[in-house]
């Protein structure tokens, strides 16, 4: 008998050929294949009731913010959200990358930053959420991320919830580059998430019709002032310098928008980064997470019923690429799996 989530109402992404994209063999196929597997790893982790996500399981915040659009933006970029002056209510929940809840803060990890615009009209692309008045934009610590396909996905969750011998095999599956991206996600610490670079790392559209094209977002501290790691960091220390931090006063950041500048900064490989020097970051807007105690039972519950999504999203920001077509599928798997167990309704803020 299958007892897996149904998701035949969110069909596969159709493929945006003029902006680069093509379909690996057997995508959709593959996609569902590690949808499945996911939701198996959930429900044999967690109990009805607790079920957490399978990466990004810690928060190390959930805030509120604003995201004040700038004045004054470079020509084309005016797109979707990004119009002149605009300014959103916004969610922001920060992360560690593993999917042990548990996990000491001073783990070498990636990290994980997941901004919801609140109060934005106009049809979503997701189906089951198209009149959702909210926006999402989905980033990492790093520029890349260590796979671009489905096939090398399914082979990696696999291996990585087989036994020792099984996951000492996942070098072969990423190979010598991915290998070597995994070890650079997964060997950074910080000091503080709000004091750390943020980036999509895998693209997506700007704008709609002949003038679209293809854009990577990142997000930059407005000011260079690091924390020093401390000398005994405890288990919850990011979330303690976020709460101190925000004990002080307001943290900005910018939002930054990278057009790609030539085809061959392809919209299918996340494992190279696009050249900063060819194609520059331009800064759209201004993220303004106020003054505030953010360690609330209201926030913290918060920041585990959201569901994050890039294709909670217009039309003008379509998410590109493989990875981007597979987290259509599976995060919305993951979502329903989760509101199931939890018996917690499907609701945008």
């Known amino acids: 008998m299958d007892n897996t989530t149904k998701t035949d109402d969110v069909p596969f992404p159709t493929i945006d050929e003029g902006l680069g994209e093509k379909l690996y063999p057997d995508e959709a196929t593959l996609t569902t294949q590690i949808a499945d597997h996911i939701e198996k790893t959930i429900r044999e982790q967690y109990q009805a009731g ?39 209510q916004a969610l922001i929940r920060f992360s560690n990358g593993s999917g042990d809840p548990n996990q000491s803060d001073d783990h070498n990890d990636g990290r994980g930053m997941a901004i919801k615009l609140l109060g934005v009209p106009g049809q979503k692309l997701l189906e089951t959420d198209r009149d959702a008045t909210s926006q999402d934009f ?25 036994n020792l011998l099984t996951k000492l095999t996942i070098p072969f599956t990423l190979g010598l580059k991915g290998t070597l991206l995994a070890r650079e ?11 750390t670079q943020y980036y999509s790392a895998v693209p997506y559209q700007l704008g709609v019709g002949p003038d679209r094209q293809a854009v990577k977002f990142s997000v930059k501290p407005s000011s260079d002032v690091v924390d020093h790691m401390p000398d005994h960091p405890g288990p919850n220390f990011l979330r303690e310098a976020m709460r101190t931090t925000l004990q002080q006063g307001d943290v900005t950041m910018k939002f930054m928008v990278q ?25 759209v807007a201004t993220i303004v997470i106020p003054k505030q105690d953010f360690d609330t039972t209201e926030l913290n519950k918060l920041g585990e019923t959201l569901s994050f999504n890039p294709w909670h999203s217009l039309p003008e920001h379509r998410p590109l690429g493989s990875l981007n077509r597979t987290r259509k599928i599976v995060y919305e798997r993951i979502s329903r799996v989760r509101n199931g167990m939890n018996s917690v309704p499907r609701q945008e803020p």
């Not at 509120?64 to 797109?79: H, T």
């Not at 900064?265 to 190279?272: F, I, L, P, R």
């Open 185 to 195: 996600l997964n060997l950074g610490k910080i000091s503080n998430p709000l004091q």
């Open 138 to 162: 989905i980033m990492i610590n790093h520029p890349v991320f260590l796979l671009n396909d489905p096939h090398t996905y399914l082979s990696l969750i696999q291996k990585a919830s087989g």
């Open 259 to 283: 057009p790609r500048t030539t085809d061959g900064m392809s919209v299918e490989d996340s494992m190279n980064e696009w050249d900063q020097e060819q194609a520059p970051f331009h800064e």
């Open 50 to 88: 607790n079920a957490l996500r399978d990466v990004h399981a810690k928060a190390t915040g959930c805030v509120k913010a604003e995201f004040r659009v700038n004045q004054s933006i470079p020509d084309g970029l005016a797109k979707g959200v990004f119009i002149p002056g605009k300014v959103y």
